[in-house]
Every structure is written in structure tokens, then in C-alpha cells.
T-cell receptor, first 113, second 113 residues
């Protein structure tokens, strides 16, 4: 157990629908990162939050949004889902400081049918 | 800006043979470098990290990596491959303000009996 908890582990939904993925960071970690992993795109950085504030944005679609709550858990919202959104979505957390690296959760596998 | 290139998306070795996974990085500031391993249907697990101390870094499961500034490389090695080493390996660099990690495309290691 890495200490980063992601729910749900699996999600199957239809095109056009909206889903919410949840992440609880490791205790003491203030930063949360969301990544999308697919066969054709590899690991793509989506967005970072630090202590409740958006800190950096990557290749995140406008249909996707995220937030980090006062208790530091984060949610990634995916709307108007398309078949191509099927992927593994990872959350990672870290303390402040670039020497620390990330601790990853086990991911949410999203399948859009 | 920073980037990571992993040479060889697939590497196959025999059990007991040397494992060498290549990683070259680009960073405008002194980098911190990481290797992660991903087993099927799991999240990424930190193998080792270079944070400007010793250039030869030892990690878990018998892996080590050497930081070579002149070659901008951080190759991952293990003297003797084991079947359980079969997984995907990701090299990552952190060099920007904050602790953003940029990942390479990954190398899938296959171990033949």
C-alpha cells in the first residue's frame, strides 16, 4: 500500500456521460498530480494541485476538470466522455520539494463504451 | 524545459543476464532523476532516485543507476535479471521550479527463462 488511495479502481461508462475520480494523498503530502496513461499516449500529465490551489496544467482537455479540497483529497471530473478517454488515470502525491519524487496510487481504469 | 528519452521501448534479456535500460535527459537546471517500475495493472513504484549526492545510486530489488552529467544519461542496470523483473520501467526528470516530474515513454522489460 503506497498510501495514496484512488477510487474507484474500475469504471465502465457510456459515451457522453460524466464521471468523478477520487484521490486521497499520502498523509502529509500537499501536492496532488493527475496523470492519464494510455497505450498510444503513454503517461500524460494532466494537472497539479498544491494545498488546494491549481499549480500547473498539462495536456488536460476542457471537458476535464479537477479540484483539491481543504482535507487535501482531490477529484478529477471527466465529462462528455468519448471512447478515446478510456485509459488508466493515476493520482500521485508528494511533499514540497523536487527531490522527493511522487508516490503513485494504483489508478482508476476507465472504460468508455 | 525538460525532457526524457528512453531508448528502446522493449528490451528482452535472458534470466541471469545483465539488464541495461537507457535514459537520457534534457534539463535547463541541475536535474533530479528517478526510475519507476510498473507491474501489470498496478501503479508506478519508485525504484531509485538521484538528488545530487552520489552519482551511483542504488535502489530496490538490486537495481542501480549512474548519473553521468557529461552524457546527460541516467541508465538503469541490474547485474542478473530475474523473472520477477519483467515490468515496464519509466525514467523521469525533475528540474523546474517546484517538483514537476516529466516521464519518458517507458521501456518494457521481458525476461526469458
Amino acid at each position: 500500500d503506497s498510501g495514496v488511495t484512488q477510487t474507484p479502481k474500475h469504471l465502465i461508462t457510456a459515451t457522453g456521460q460524466r464521471v468523478t475520480l477520487r484521490c486521497s494523498p499520502r498523509s502529509g503530502d500537499l501536492s496532488v498530480y493527475w496523470y492519464q496513461q494510455s497505450l498510444d499516449q503513454g503517461l500524460q500529465f494532466l494537472i497539479q494541485y498544491y494545498n488546494g490551489e491549481e499549480r500547473a496544467k498539462g495536456n488536460i482537455l476542457e471537458r476535464f476538470s479537477a479540484q483539491q479540497f481543504p482535507d487535501l483529497h482531490s477529484e478529477l471530473n471527466l465529462s462528455s466522455l468519448e471512447l478515446g478517454d478510456s485509459a488508466l488515470y493515476f493520482c500521485a502525491s508528494s511533499v514540497r520539494g523536487k527531490a522527493d519524487g511522487y508516490t503513485f496510487g494504483s489508478g482508476t481504469r476507465l472504460t468508455v463504451v | 524545459a525538460q525532457s526524457v528519452t528512453q531508448l528502446g521501448s522493449h528490451v528482452s534479456v535472458s534470466e541471469g543476464a545483465l539488464v541495461l535500460l537507457r535514459c537520457n535527459y534534457s534539463s535547463s537546471v541541475p536535474p533530479y532523476l528517478f526510475w519507476y517500475v510498473q507491474y501489470p495493472n498496478q501503479g508506478l513504484q519508485l525504484l531509485l532516485k538521484y538528488t545530487s549526492a552520489a552519482t551511483l545510486v542504488k535502489g530496490i530489488n538490486g537495481f542501480e543507476a549512474e548519473f553521468k552529467k557529461s552524457e546527460t544519461s541516467f541508465h538503469l542496470t541490474k547485474p542478473s535479471a530475474h523473472m520477477s523483473d519483467a515490468a515496464e520501467y519509466f525514467c523521469a526528470v525533475s528540474g523546474n521550479a517546484g517538483n514537476m516530474l516529466t516521464f519518458g515513454g517507458g521501456t518494457r522489460l521481458m525476461v526469458k527463462p
